[in-house]
């Protein structure tokens, strides 16, 4: 049974372009959430997705966007990067119905320069 | 806002020695959900224990167990009998009831376990 998968696993962009990361949640998970979380810091949350659509969002700003796939799949998209979007970017997975636990990938860290 | 706040930046202990976290939250909610999180080297997030609100009895799993002190909002982590492969850092989170998927981290404690 696979768990949270994320990619790329690693990557560098420089200040004003745009990324996109991925992940597939756990085998049966209904629900993603993404989480930045900067060096020494807990993770913050960004949103979360449920049937295809953002359900909740926490302070980020519009630059950052997501979508969900009809597979749960889900993406998370920055633009117009800055240097304080280096980050670990972490994606979680649940089932709808769930009382909260999170299932979490390995993550995506971004580099901007 | 509720807010997470773990106030030992580094913890070392001695293996088979036992070790307590520390986390105390801020909220005027009554209906939460309070979690310890574990992330070693590898950055993947575990999940090492939950406790709902409601529940009196503090959790425990295995060799880990909290201390779960509802009126003074504190909610730290007892490691008992530990092992080298519980290094890692550690997180306190919180989440409200019905608040989705939303989860408030503290800034972690770095655990460190010596032979």
């Known amino acids: 049974d696979a768990g949270v998968t994320q990619s790329p696993t690693h990557l560098i962009k420089t200040r004003g372009q745009q990324v996109t990361l991925r992940c597939s949640p756990k085998s049966g998970h209904d629900t993603v959430s993404w989480y930045q979380q900067a060096l020494g810091q807990g993770p913050q949350f960004i949103f979360q997705?449920?049937?295809?659509?953002?359900?909740q969002r926490g302070n980020f700003p519009d630059r950052f966007s997501g979508h969900q796939f009809p597979n749960y799949s889900s993406e998370l998209n920055v633009n117009a990067l800055l240097l304080g979007d280096s980050a670990l970017y972490l994606c979680?997975?649940?089932?709808?119905?769930?009382?909260?636990?999170?299932?979490f990938g390995e993550g995506s860290r971004l580099t901007v320069l | 806002a509720q807010t997470v706040t773990q106030s030992q930046p580094e913890m070392s202990v001695q293996e088979a020695e036992t070790v307590t976290l520390s986390c105390t939250y801020d909220?005027?909610?009554?209906?939460?959900?309070l979690f310890w999180y574990k992330q070693p080297p590898s950055r993947q997030m575990i999940l090492v224990i939950r406790q709902e609100a409601y529940k009196q009895q503090n959790a425990t799993e295995n060799r880990f167990s909290v201390n779960f002190q509802k009126a003074a909002k504190s909610f730290s982590l007892k490691i008992s009998d530990s092992q080298l492969g519980d290094a890692a850092m550690y997180f306190c989170a919180y989440r409200r009831g019905n608040s989705g998927y939303a989860l408030n981290f503290g800034k972690g404690t770095s655990l460190l376990v010596t032979p």
């Open positions: 997705y449920y049937e295809e659509e953002e359900r």
């Open positions: 979680a997975s649940s089932w709808a119905s769930s009382t909260g636990e999170l299932f």
């Open positions: 909220t005027s909610e009554s209906d939460y959900y």
